[in-house]
């Protein structure tokens, strides 16, 4: 399988702690993006990458979220000191040009 | 105002008829726009995308683009039990925005056999 991947596929902690999601692009794919995604509504942007660089970032997204994507190949998206309202689907998604593709998702839950 | 907006519905059609899929966009000058199918509890994926007005088509999927009415849909022609899904709308606005992908909220389709 050759598309985009993400690990954990589903992940639930406790208020207040720490998580850290995985994305590996399609392999000649230069932009990453990570979206959420709630019930009913539409995938939302927080950021994208070319290569290593992170050329935008949602003013929506609090300082407790932090993306990297070393070497201009997989990502990683972290949730400092969760809170419950951001229980969502965190979805990954590259392209070379035109639409993103994405990957399965992970699915966040915050008790 | 919302960036894209699509008609959440629900929209039923019978199997065999055209489904017509509709959004709209705020920003001038976007260059190019797609459509996705999300199946529940699915991540979305990517079926279709225009660039230039007019109609592109691509088997049973015929996308239309009118940039001077910012509109754009998708029609789903011989509609099959397996398009029962959400489609939504996706719009790149223009330089100033970089890369960003604006996202509606999706229409969800139901193809009754």
């Known amino acids: 399988d050759t598309g985009v991947s993400q690990d954990p596929r589903h992940k639930i902690t406790k208020r207040g702690q720490n998580v850290t999601f995985r994305c590996d692009p399609i392999s000649e794919h230069n932009r990453l993006y990570w979206y959420r995604q709630t019930l009913g509504q539409g995938p939302e942007f927080l950021t994208y990458f070319q290569n290593e660089a992170q050329l935008e970032k949602s003013r929506l997204l609090s300082d407790r979220f932090s993306a990297e994507r070393p070497k201009g190949s997989f990502s990683t998206l972290e949730i400092q000191r969760t809170e419950q309202g951001d229980s969502a689907m965190y979805l990954c998604?590259?392209?070379?040009?035109?639409?993103?593709?994405f990957g399965p998702g992970t699915r966040l839950l915050v008790l | 105002q919302k960036e894209v907006e699509q008609n959440s519905g629900p929209l039923s059609v019978p199997e065999g008829a055209i489904a017509s899929l509709n959004c709209t966009y705020s920003d001038r000058v976007s260059q190019s726009f797609f459509w996705y199918r999300q199946y529940s509890g699915k991540s979305p994926e990517l079926i279709m995308s225009i660039y230039s007005n007019g109609d592109k088509e691509d088997g049973r999927f015929t996308a239309q683009l009118n940039k001077a009415s910012q509109y754009v849909s998708l029609l789903i022609r011989d509609s099959q039990p397996s398009d029962s899904a959400t489609y939504l709308c996706?719009?790149?606005?223009?330089?100033?925005?970089?890369?960003?992908?604006?996202f509606g909220t999706g229409t969800s389709l139901t193809v009754i056999p």
């Open positions: 996706a719009v790149n606005m223009g330089t100033n925005t970089g890369n960003q992908f604006y």
């Open positions: 998604a590259s392209s070379l040009a035109g639409g993103p593709y």
